[in-house]
């Protein structure tokens, strides 16, 4: 049986293990790098501010799955639409186009893990990028942007 982590991990409240990240207008704070499971997976704590989310994008690598902490998320998975709210688990297996938008009054606060785990180094690397080169940077993490961000 291979061990995946070698080293326990603990990140406190408010703590990243890395920069944390600003991405349109959310927060990321990285939880669990994926330096810590081999690769496997990553974690993510995420803070979305009112009228903030990505747009419609699909990733052919990686799997990513929400659990709402506080707040709600309206999200659209594969031309369906879901509200999730305080502990909901939402599941965008790879392949699957899908967005979110916090359409509240107040922060949403959610645990974004993806599998395979690398996908934290496209966050670092986006929130320095130029939205010109916003999408060519997507592609080359085997993303691709699909529409726009949700509207009511």
Known sequence: MTTLVTEPVVTAAGESRIVPI???????????????????????ELKAPPMSGPPLHVHTREDEWF????????????GRRIVAGPGA????????????????????????????????????????????QFEELMNSYGMQILGPPLTR
Request: proline share 6%; hydrophobic share 45%; aromatic share 10%.
């Open 89 to 132: 688990s939402v599941l965008a297996p790879r392949n699957v186009p899908h967005t979110f938008q916090n359409f509240g009054d107040t922060v949403v606060e959610a645990l974004v893990m993806m599998t395979p785990g690398p996908l934290e180094n496209f966050f670092v690397q986006s929130a320095s990028t130029p939205m010109d």
């Open 22 to 44: 600003m991405l349109m207008g959310q927060e990321l704070l990285l939880k669990i790098g994926s330096q810590d499971t081999a690769g496997v997976f990553s974690v993510f």
């Open 67 to 78: 659990y709402i902490l506080a707040g709600e998320l309206t999200f659209q998975l594969d």
